[in-house]
């Protein structure tokens, strides 16, 4: 309320903007923008270099005036919302047509102005319009891609000092008052009747100024209660239930604290997300508020995106225990791929054209280059890092089955560099066949990536092992659990029958091979005893390790 004095009233002043503006100017054709201020000192700017030399002008500009209003003192506290000014409509959806639907964005009219006077910068999403203003917090918050930079200090209350004074001196003040003769204090919504002569009667006139509170009396204010930010809105001084907005200032913190962390968490960054998808809810609720609860559905969706890394990071969800034992390390492939890899497995197993071990390992990594549109390109060095001595023989046989097509014969291809490489064709992988598994580009690579992983370990290349082991090796690392034992916890193993076939092996050979996967630092050991291959992968390798 504004204070009186006679026929004097002092009021808030209004609330700053400046509004900064891109237009195209001349002929479409030529590119030409001009930049032009609400500011009458800014004289209207050309850029011939088009929207981008533009665009780079205008956040110049204001940023010019953002450091001009702070070196003036920032943002007053006495000053009118300047959203409130414009009928809110900065914040406020155009109303819709009849027989048209609206949009999907959380009406915000509902927002009161409130809170502390802030300086905000606004900036539309095409690159095309800024504005500055000093604008009330709640408006600030519900105003989308409206970023808060200063907050006001409280204005000065001086109304309690005067009141304090008129109490000590009684006895010295004319009739009328602390203020004159004939003259009173007034509050803008208390307007007595004036007399015949002009001034309040004498009934109307307060008959003694109120006693102020012990605490004023003593020269103490109090203190104000705390406000905060989080996701770039202002938590209001005044916002009732006082355990929310201790909870969302705190909210708040933690997510700033978290950004300066080292290491990520994601176990406490879902956390933070939960809490802040009830918080805001409640906010919702309280304030009356929709943009809030469309923000604590998107706080609801970032906790379980986060969970979901969390689980493929470290092989099992946040909080489970089951295998907790086993080291916590980061997978090259999320529990998704790792079916997906599975799936290729089988598919290379069921498609080879010849049951031979290295016949298979090359259609499986083929398979995996050339998955998505049925072509790819291969170098040389692939083939002969996957095959060793067998690389060209077991090309020629792919090609004579019709399941591989060259432009050229094998031995170009093991004359083939990473600069040139030759360009290949799977006949059964084009579009419109059957295909493996339906996944994307990226998910093909990380899988291909993982593939050559194995097939390339340096111990298994140096020992030169032979196509068979390195089939075990990719068998074994697709079928783990999180601390890299072999097999789902309630089979006790992989099936040794399966091992075999998948591998081009006799089920009494299994145990020699694995053998062989012990020495290379693959395995840590090897059990095949009641027809089921048990194991664990060394710690070396656990982050190839695909889990079940």
């Known amino acids: 309320m504004a204070v009186v004095v006679g026929a004097q009233q002092t009021e808030s002043v209004a609330g700053r903007v400046w509004t900064v503006r891109l237009d195209p100017y001349g002929r479409p054709a030529a590119g030409e923008v001009k930049l032009s201020c609400s500011r009458p000192a800014c004289a209207d700017q ?19 005036h953002l450091a001009h209003i702070r070196t003036g003192g920032g943002p007053r506290g006495d000053a009118w ?98 203020l004159g003769e004939g003259v009173a204090a007034v509050f803008s919504d208390h307007n007595p009747a004036p007399t015949a002569g002009g001034s309040p009667s004498p009934a109307a006139r307060p008959a003694s100024v109120p006693r102020t ?87 609801e969706q970032a906790a379980q995106t986060t969970r979901e890394m969390h689980e493929n990071r470290v092989g099992r ?120 598994s339906a996944f994307g580009k990226t998910t093909r690579a990380r899988i291909s990536g993982w593939a050559q992983k194995i097939v390339g370990d340096r111990k298994i290349r140096k020992k030169k092992l032979q196509s068979s082991v390195r089939l075990l090796a990719l068998y074994t690392a697709a079928h783990t659990r999180p601390g890299g034992h072999l097999g789902c916890p309630e089979d006790g193993g992989l099936d040794l029958d399966q091992v075999a076939a998948f591998c081009t092996l006799p089920p009494d050979q299994v145990a020699e091979h694995a053998g062989l996967l012990v020495a290379a630092d693959w395995l840590t050991e090897a059990d095949i005893t009641g027809g089921r291959l048990r194991g664990q992968l060394t710690e070396r390798v656990l982050p190839l390790g695909g889990l079940l």
């Open 317 to 436: 969800p946040a909080g489970d225990t089951a295998d907790a034992d086993g080291p916590v390390v980061e997978r090259l492939l999320t529990r998704q791929q790792a079916a997906h890899a599975r799936a290729v497995l089988d598919y290379a197993a069921a498609h080879a054209p010849h049951p031979e071990a290295s016949v298979r390992l090359a259609v499986l990594m083929l398979t995996l280059r050339t998955a998505r549109a049925g072509t790819g390109n291969i170098t040389g060095q692939d083939v002969a890092g996957w095959l060793q001595d067998d690389a060209e023989r077991v090309l020629r046989q792919l090609v004579a089955a019709d399941w591989l097509r060259l432009p050229g014969t094998a031995a170009d291809v093991m004359a083939s560099r990473p600069e040139e490489p030759t360009a290949i064709t799977v006949p059964a992988l084009l579009p419109g066949q059957p295909r493996p």
């Open 46 to 64: 050309r850029f011939p270099g088009g929207a981008a030399a533009g665009r780079k002008a205008a956040i110049g500009h204001v940023n010019t």
């Open 81 to 178: 919302c300047a959203c409130r000014a414009a009928d809110c409509a900065w914040h406020t959806p155009e109303p819709v047509a009849p027989g048209r639907r609206g949009g999907s964005r959380p009406v915000a009219g509902a927002v009161r102005c409130g809170g502390p006077v802030v300086l905000t910068v606004y900036a539309d999403r095409t690159g095309r319009l800024w504005r500055i203003a000093e604008m009330c917090a709640r408006c600030a918050a519900a105003t989308p891609d409206c970023r808060v930079l200063d907050t006001a200090p409280p204005p000065a209350r001086t109304a309690p000092a005067r009141t304090a004074r008129a109490s000590e001196k009684p006895a010295a003040e004319p009739s009328g008052g602390p």
């Open 213 to 299: 509170r012990a605490a004023a009396s003593d020269g103490a204010s109090r203190r104000p209660k705390r406000s905060g930010k989080i996701a770039q809105r202002i938590v209001p001084h005044d916002l009732e239930p006082d355990v929310l907005r201790l909870e969302l200032i705190e909210l708040g913190d933690a997510f700033r604290a978290y950004q300066q962390c080292a290491e990520p968490d994601l176990a406490l960054l879902a956390e933070l997300h939960d809490r802040k998808a009830r918080a805001f809810a409640l906010w919702a609720d309280v304030s009356g508020d929709g943009s809030l609860r469309h923000e604590a559905r998107r706080a």
